[in-house]
């Protein structure tokens, strides 16, 4: 206790660390000085109450308040290093660009464009027609509509065509992304009725077709996403739905999820239905992600009939899920990829990850390794390891692309403690922890962030050393 007390009356106060940091750091502005100087001191008092702190001289009381300022001035929004081996990683910020929508959103953004004008006659036209030309090209459809996200496009689907109706479900489809997107509560906030039928494991054709009554709107697929369900298992086809749907007048809509134009299973990855081959079933209307597996922007895209998707574009909920200009312009310029599918999987980042051959990032692999080895500490164990990677983002849940990372152990530190330090530093590198290792995945390390690893690395290393000894 006396001991706490002692520290705690060692806090400068705000008007003495201030006037220190104006010295030292004369170009910041009074505002955020003062702002890092009460934060400090309220840092160095929650870590001496807390016990962490045993501690502290000006020297240390102006590290924090400095440690304050420079995070105050950076971008919170921040570029990280992904080492984790998940591609779509949610939380990461799922697809990155290809180099052609990054200079369409800046060319697109810095300028005016034709967003809603039509050229031809000088009039007003219209945003969506930028993207539906290419996406019917290549996928077969009748008609396009992109909204905010997929979750978007799920919601104003099934509130244009099933509001105060009935939607038939698939007990064993009823799933949650993560986050908050779960199918039964979209439903219900779309204004649709959910009809859910066959059990978790099996449901059968015949569930659909007893379900089926005046007040039925819609049957619905939804992509398992996330899961699989294995075992004595029994899920009826999109096209068993569709020739059902026939029988009885009613349309059949699919969230696909992810939805892919390209097969991966020419790639060596699970077979998954591409969007034409799903739209080719029959299927009304299909919704998918713009950056799951397609690997571009955030967006929602509806492909379907065009009566239904002209309802759904009329919705006035589609003005409050509206897609803007600047994913309107990496879309695009990702769509148009697409026309050469050896040019989209060589420059569209998510399907050139997902495809590099392990014997690839085994050679990757073997390169950081030799790096860090000339950097690290003689007694850090570093090896290149045979891994599982992940596709991520609710796409591929089965697939687990054989992957090389480059595992670090160091007698000093734990790896718990190398993570953190990994996360803090600039920019963060997110690893992940395997077996008592830190794990650097290569499927998802971009050219040149190797050399930012083994610098950072060498950093940790070289400052962490000095305070252990
Ligand atoms: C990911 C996913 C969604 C949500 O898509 P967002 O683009 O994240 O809004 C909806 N349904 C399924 C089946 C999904 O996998």
Redesign the pocket.
């Known amino acids: 206790m006396k001991e706490k007390e002692a520290l705690l009356r060692k806090i400068p106060a705000v008007h003495e660390l201030l006037e220190t940091l104006r010295r030292k750091r004369p170009r910041f502005s009074e505002k955020l000085l003062t702002q890092a100087a009460r934060k400090a001191t309220e840092i160095v008092r929650e870590e001496i109450l807390k016990g962490s702190r045993r501690s502290l001289s000006p020297e240390e009381t102006l590290k924090v308040a400095e440690t304050v300022l420079e995070r105050l001035e950076r971008p919170h929004l921040r570029r990280v290093v992904n080492a984790t081996g998940v591609v779509v990683h949610t939380n990461l910020g799922r697809s990155i660009l290809p180099q052609e929508a990054l200079e369409a959103v800046v060319e697109i953004s810095a300028h005016y464009s034709n967003l809603e004008f039509d050229l031809q006659t000088g009039k007003r036209g219209s945003r969506y027609v930028h993207v539906e030309e290419i996406l019917l090209e290549l996928t077969g459809a009748e008609a396009a509509l992109v909204v905010n996200?997929?979750?978007?496009a799920?919601l104003i689907t099934l509130n244009t065509l099933a509001a105060g109706k009935e939607v038939i479900v698939s007990r064993g489809e009823l799933?949650e992304?993560g986050g908050s997107?779960r199918i039964p509560d979209v439903m219900a906030r779309s204004g649709a009725i959910l009809r859910e039928v066959g059990a978790t494991n099996r449901t059968h054709l015949r569930d659909y077709e007893a379900a089926i009554n005046e007040n039925t709107a819609l049957l619905m697929k939804?992509?398992k996403?996330n899961y699989a369900i294995v075992g004595f298992t029994k899920e009826v086809s999109g096209k068993e739905l569709v020739d059902l749907g026939r029988r009885y007048g009613l349309p059949v809509i699919e969230?696909l999820?992810?939805g892919c134009f390209v097969d991966f299973s020419k790639y060596g990855l699970l077979k998954e239905p591409t969007v034409q081959e799903v739209l080719a079933t029959g299927v009304d209307v299909v919704t998918f992600?713009g950056?799951?597996l397609l690997g571009g922007p955030?967006a929602?895209i509806i492909l379907g009939r065009k009566d239904f998707i002209a309802a759904i574009r009329k919705n006035p909920l589609n003005r409050a899920v509206r897609i803007d200009k600047m994913t309107l312009a990496a879309l695009e310029a990702t769509l148009r990829l697409y026309r050469d599918e050896k040019e989209a999987v060589e420059k569209i980042p998510t399907l050139r990850m997902i495809t590099t051959p392990p014997e690839t990032l085994k050679r990757r692999a073997r390169r950081l390794k030799n790096k860090l080895r000339k950097v690290l500490p003689p007694e850090t164990e570093i090896q290149v390891v045979e891994t599982i990677s992940r596709v991520g983002?609710?796409a591929l849940p089965l697939a687990s692309p054989r992957s090389y990372a480059v595992a670090l152990r160091s007698p000093k530190f734990s790896p718990a403690r190398l993570e953190a330090a990994l996360r803090a530093a600039e920019p963060p590198i997110i690893a992940r922890i395997e077996d008592e290792a830190l794990l650097f995945d290569l499927r998802t390390i971009l050219p040149g962030e190797e050399n930012l690893i083994v610098e950072t690395l060498a950093q940790i290393f070289a400052r962490e050393g000095l305070c252990q000894s």
Do not use: C, L, P, T
Not at 149 to 152: D, E, G, K, L, S
């Open positions: 996200n997929n979750a978007a799920v799933v992304i997107f939804v992509h996403s969230d999820g992810s992600s950056d799951k955030q929602g983002g609710g």
